[in-house]
């Protein structure tokens, strides 16, 4: 969805992304105006009188022609029918034609102007497969006729567009916000609310907010082979469940309990780092559980926070799942429970809209999940190529398993699907990068034979003040992983944005 630009004072050159082609209207030359958008599909079209264009004349003479040549060689960027004889600059006695191909050397298309009149034109316009549905609050979209892409705007909405621009901007604005509220209402748990005190602007309507991932073309879960834990009993340890023996089967890839086992300090840590390089089978030992519980005394608050251990490493939590015989009072069911703090969404000075919470955080408190559309590895390479440079992502591959040097039948990244957040997702897409952040994304198992499908889990990793905006490292090392390192592989990428962060220790990139 986007504001259709009709004033000629919003035809500014770096709005537009095309000229796809030209007519003679009612004895005027106009042109059809692709918009920019972030998702090309849904660019708006526009006609506009030659005069309206005044700015981009210059732009018009050039990319015209480029566009005629390729027109003439089949190739119209749109898809949309067009019959273009010449390029010629239009003769005085040329009659305008907006349903049929001119006689003359002029240039027309086939593209006619409808005589649709509609009741109302604000300037929010909806474009779904080829149509175009004009959105008004006074007047929702299935009141309204379903128009062709390719003949609007119509003089009428021109100059009821033109009239009312002022009104229709205000009217517009006061839609998108209220739409976009509505769907944080609709979000369950503690309210999700949306401040912008810095100009006008609302999150696109083009975002949808979803409870959970929704699979895309080509991906499927695993959740036929998920297995549950059989020896754990919802009374064990007054309820603690598998944190009790910590030898739950749903913790059987989690990371060992070396602790437990009588080693020294340094033993433990030899016995971690082997474990971690794949050299030490430790199915048999018995894990350290993930979650503990918090007491703040200031507050008197007592609630499951993740582990120390957990919040310092980039290790895997495996929770209990549905088939579990642990009960659902058991102590490993934290991220599946939901969000329990309220969050925020706001403006920030310089990296679009940002998230907080509006109360204090403790150190390993859980925030909420990252969600987005699930698609498969091919699909998010070619929406990455389709977005420019600048452009925001949302995507966040699911590799954590992945292991391009591993042996025959490992996981491999290309195999790996990818959550994209832009068009789908809950509050955390709006999540900005730190590279001295005050949260981390946690890979949440809750099938330990689905190495594709996981939860992506955020976690304070400091106590963090109501207010504060939440941060993370998109470009967070594995353990161990020198910053340096991660920054020379950042240099080599070929999407690479200046980090505003703003930290002290900034790498100067984003890398998204
Ligand atoms: C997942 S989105 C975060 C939400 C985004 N700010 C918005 O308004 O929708 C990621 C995008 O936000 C922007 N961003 C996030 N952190 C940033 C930072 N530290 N510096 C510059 N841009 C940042 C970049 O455009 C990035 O691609």
New binding site residues.
């Given amino acids: 969805m986007s504001r259709f630009p009709a004033a000629r004072n919003m035809v500014k050159r770096s709005l537009v992304d095309a000229i796809c082609c030209h007519r003679v209207s009612e004895g005027k030359e106009q042109y059809l105006l692709r918009w920019k958008h972030d998702e090309p599909s849904q660019a708006i079209l526009s006609w506009h009188d030659l005069e309206d264009l005044g700015s981009i004349a210059d732009f018009l003479q050039i990319y015209v022609g480029n566009y005629v040549t390729s027109l003439k060689s089949g190739n119209s960027s749109l898809g949309v029918p067009v019959q273009v004889t010449s390029l010629k600059r239009k003769s005085p006695h040329d009659e305008g034609s907006t349903s049929r191909a001119s006689s003359q050397d002029t240039t027309t298309s086939t593209s006619s102007i409808s005589a649709q009149k509609l009741e109302v034109y604000n300037g929010i316009l909806q474009r779904k497969a080829g149509d175009i549905y004009p959105v008004h609050p006074a007047c929702p979209s299935p009141r309204m006729p379903r128009i062709d892409a390719t003949t609007v705007p119509t003089p009428e909405m021109l100059a009821a567009a033109k009239a009312h621009l002022a009104d229709g901007v205000k009217k517009a604005r006061r839609f998108v916000r209220r739409q976009f509220l509505d769907q944080l209402l609709r979000i369950p748990g503690p309210p999700v609310t949306f401040v912008n005190d810095r100009n006008k602007e609302t999150?696109s309507l083009s975002f949808t907010c979803i409870q959970d991932y929704v699979y895309g073309e080509g991906v499927s879960s695993a959740d036929a082979v998920m297995l549950g834990c059989t020896k754990c009993r919802p009374d064990m340890g007054s309820d603690r469940g598998c944190e009790y023996t910590r030898r739950c089967d749903c913790l059987e890839y989690a990371t060992p309990d070396f602790k437990s086992q009588g080693l020294s300090k340094e033993e433990q840590k030899a016995h971690y780092e082997a474990w971690q390089a794949g050299e030490l089978d430790a199915a048999e030992l018995p894990k350290r559980f993930p979650y503990r519980l918090d007491n703040d005394q200031r507050t008197g608050i007592k609630q499951y926070v993740l582990d120390g251990f957990y919040l310092e490493s980039r290790n895997v939590l495996y929770e209990c799942n549905p088939k579990c015989k642990c009960g659902p009072k058991c102590k490993n069911r934290l991220v599946q429970k939901g969000r329990t703090v309220p969050l925020e969404i706001f403006k920030?000075q310089?990296?679009?809209?940002?998230?907080r919470c509006p109360v204090n955080l403790r150190r390993g408190q859980y925030i909420d999940r990252y969600l987005g559309e699930l698609i498969t590895d091919h699909e998010a390479d070619a929406r990455e190529a389709f977005s420019g440079r600048?452009?925001?992502?949302?995507l966040f591959w699911l590799d954590k398993f992945a292991n391009d040097d591993g042996p025959p039948g490992s996981l491999r990244t290309n195999d790996c699907y990818v959550a994209d957040?832009e068009k789908m997702g809950g509050p955390t897409?709006?999540?900005?990068?730190?590279?001295d952040p005050n949260c981390r994304l946690f890979t949440v198992s809750y099938n330990k034979h689905d190495q594709k499908i996981y939860d992506l889990a955020f976690f304070a990793l400091e106590d963090i003040p109501a207010g504060t905006e939440l941060?993370f490292d998109?470009m967070d090392p594995e353990e161990g992983e020198a910053g340096q390192a991660v920054h020379e592989e950042m240099d080599e990428g070929t999407v690479a944005?200046?980090?505003?962060?703003?930290a002290k220790n900034c790498r100067g990139k984003?890398w998204?």
């Fill in positions: 999150p920030t310089q990296r679009g809209f940002g998230l600048d452009k925001a992502s949302y957040g897409r709006f999540i900005n990068h730190s590279c941060t998109y944005v200046d980090c505003l962060c703003g984003l998204m």
